[in-house]
C-alpha cells in the first residue's frame, strides 16, 4: 500500500482537509506511521525498543496504540485519546473516532493471551466507544457513540447503548461512508429506532399479560 492510496482513503472519509498534504498533519496518521515501527520492533522482540517508541507517540499524538497491536490497511484515526490494546487486531479501512478504547480483560488464569477484540474490515468506531475483551466485531458493523461492547457483534450491525444492543436498520440509500456510524436524517434515527423496539416489547408484555389474567380468571370461575 503506498502513501498516496492511503492519504487518498483518509480524504475519502474526511471532508475538512483541503489537500492530502494537510493529512499529513493528523495525529492519527503520525500515530500509524510511529505504531508500524514499533509492531516491527516488537516481532523482533525488541520489546524495550517497541515500548520506547510507543511512548514518544502517544506523547506526540494524545493516541496509545500497544506494539503488539495488528494493524491492516488504511486504519483513519479521527483525532486523539484513543486507546488499542496488546492484542487487538484491526483489519482494512477501519474508522475510529476521538476517545474510543478497544481495551482487554484479565484472564482468569491469569496468564496473557488473546484478551482484546477483533475488528473486522470497514468498520465504524464513534466518539467515546469502548470494546471490551477478546471478541470480534463483523465486517461493515458500527459502533455508536458511547457504547459499550462486550460481545460480539454481527457484520453490518448497528450497535448503541450500555451495554451495547443492536438497533433495527432500515433499508437506506446512503454512501458508503457514514461519518461517525450515525446516519443524520428522518430516515433512519437509532433513537427512535429503539423506542419503537421498546414499545413493541411493552405490547407483546401487556398481552401476554392479559393472557395470563384471562386464564387465571378462568380457573378461578372453574373453582
Request: glycine letters at 10%; charged letters at 20%.
Amino acid at each position: 500500500m503506498g502513501l498516496g492510496s492511503y492519504l487518498a482513503s483518509v480524504k475519502a472519509r474526511d471532508p475538512a482537509p483541503r489537500s492530502r498534504l494537510e493529512i499529513l498533519t493528523y495525529p492519527g496518521v503520525w500515530a500509524l506511521a510511529l505504531h508500524r515501527v514499533a509492531h516491527a520492533l516488537y516481532r523482533a522482540r525488541l520489546f524495550l525498543l517497541a515500548r520506547m517508541v510507543n511512548h514518544l507517540s502517544r506523547f506526540l499524538t494524545a493516541i496509545d496504540i500497544h506494539p503488539g497491536a495488528r494493524i491492516g490497511r488504511n486504519l483513519f484515526i479521527d483525532h486523539g485519546f484513543v486507546v488499542i490494546g496488546e492484542t487487538a487486531e484491526i483489519g482494512d479501512n477501519v474508522t475510529i473516532y476521538q476517545g474510543s478504547t478497544l481495551g482487554g480483560t484479565n484472564p482468569t488464569s491469569g496468564q496473557g493471551g488473546k484478551r482484546h477484540p477483533t475488528i473486522g474490515n470497514d468498520v465504524v468506531i464513534s466518539l467515546g466507544a469502548a470494546i471490551l475483551g477478546p471478541i470480534r466485531v463483523g465486517d461493515g458493523a458500527r459502533i455508536g457513540a458511547n457504547a459499550v461492547v462486550t460481545r460480539d457483534v454481527p457484520a453490518g450491525a448497528t450497535m448503541v447503548g450500555i451495554p451495547a444492543k443492536p438497533v433495527p436498520v432500515v433499508v437506506r440509500e446512503e454512501p458508503a461512508f457514514v461519518p461517525y456510524g450515525t446516519p443524520c436524517s428522518e430516515k433512519f434515527d437509532p433513537v427512535t429506532q429503539r423506542e419503537e423496539l421498546l414499545r413493541c416489547e411493552i405490547a407483546a408484555l401487556r398481552a401476554r399479560l392479559e393472557a395470563l389474567e384471562r386464564a387465571t380468571g378462568r380457573t378461578s370461575d372453574a373453582a
